[in-house]
């Protein structure tokens, strides 16, 4: 890997929909699922999960077109402050996508776009937010979330390490055991995020090994509360963009 010559720049962006071989279901969608697990492989290393990983969620239908494009109707109690699910797109790297393991210090670069749609709604405690997964294959992980969209979310019981400045954006930094989180300071609905840079802040700081390989880009919604109503979380336009020194 790292006597490669030339910069190898990868792009994993698919054309809406070009990459759909399922049967269409409800709503012009390729795939639905009300599954807590509900799983669907939108081709190549992405998959979409509904993800209502919580033992107390509520009911929850995702339905997506392909992994760039999806929508997430959920319901979780009023009050709730505990993450219930977790809807997602995720672009899986290394052993976890049967290749050979690439460590951060690979990348050059590592950058995603986004479009989301956050509803509106007494009682909704949600984000938007990647939860990038740094290891070797899923095992000696650390744990990498960077929130771009946040409602009625709060850092109880983190530790706050400081302000890290990405790209000329602000975000606060907070420590939950292997966990790390990065809340820019601002919401955004649509935007650029650095992740490569945003793992770089972690290893200069001594908190990520850069020996440790990429093992996965999830981006969604962790929903803790609708308010107990039916809420739809909207993503739309995800892509993201891989580059090797």
């Not at 071989?21 to 992405?46: D, K, P, Y």
């Not at 990038?132 to 850092?155: A, P, Q």
Request: glycine share 12%; net charge negative.
């Amino acid at each position: 890997m790292f006597a490669r010559a030339a910069t190898t720049a990868t792009v994993i962006l698919l054309l809406l929909g070009s990459a759909v071989t399922a049967a269409r279901a409800a709503g012009g969608s390729a795939w639905c699922s009300t599954a807590s697990e509900g799983t669907w492989s939108a081709g190549g290393r992405w998959v979409v999960q509904n993800d209502a990983w919580n033992p107390s969620h509520g009911p929850e239908q995702i339905c997506a077109g392909s992994y760039r494009s999806w929508e997430a109707t959920s319901n979780q109690a009023a009050g709730n402050t505990a993450v219930e699910t977790y809807p997602d797109s995720q672009a899986n790297f290394g052993p976890a996508n049967g290749d050979a393991a690439d460590p951060m210090s690979s990348y050059r670069e590592i950058l995603s776009r986004f479009r989301v749609t956050m509803p509106s709604g007494r009682g909704i405690s949600a984000e938007a937010a990647y939860d990038v997964w740094w290891g070797n294959g899923w095992s000696n992980l650390t744990e990498m979330m960077i929130w771009v969209d946040t409602v009625n979310r709060s850092m109880a019981g983190g530790t706050y390490l400081g302000t890290a400045r990405i790209f000329g954006q602000a975000f606060g930094v907070w420590r939950f055991g292997s966990e790390y989180i990065f809340r820019l300071n601002h919401n955004e609905t649509s935007g650029t995020v650095h992740i490569q840079a945003t793992g770089q802040w972690l290893v200069q700081h001594g908190y990520l090994s850069p020996s440790k390989g990429l093992t996965a880009v999830p981006f969604g919604f962790e929903i803790c509360s609708t308010g107990g109503a039916n809420l739809t979380f909207h993503l739309d336009n995800l892509s993201l963009v891989t580059v090797t020194r």
